[in-house]
């Protein structure tokens, strides 16, 4: 899939459009989770609309307790969104179980 660059975000513009730190967009691309998809002609890391949509995914993930690893597997099958909302209406049915 190739990405749309008509937007372009640096570390930091993809940080504080999230509401987390730098860090923490280094630390996603250090797991090879958010890795962005071109560099500028000074070597900075810029990221497309779809990696800060990629971004908002993880963190909803994390916000979840989900590993890393469980978000990397995730991610890379064939539909995330589709096997998120599986994840969710299973959480929704267990938290109702527990309440009950």
């Known amino acids: ?55 908002k995914i993880i963190l909803f993930l994390r916000d979840l307790d989900f590993s890393i690893n469980d978000i990397r597997k995730i991610l890379s099958g064939k539909n995330p969104e589709k096997t998120i909302s599986c994840l969710i209406s299973q959480q929704e049915s267990f938290v109702r179980n527990e309440i009950s």
């Open 1 to 55: 899939m190739e990405q749309d660059f008509t937007e372009e975000y640096t570390s930091g513009k993809l940080a504080e459009l999230c509401g987390v730190s730098v860090r923490t967009v280094q630390y996603y691309d250090s797991r090879n989770l958010l890795v962005p998809g071109k560099f500028s002609s000074g070597g900075r890391r810029l990221y497309s609309r779809q990696d800060l949509h990629k971004l």
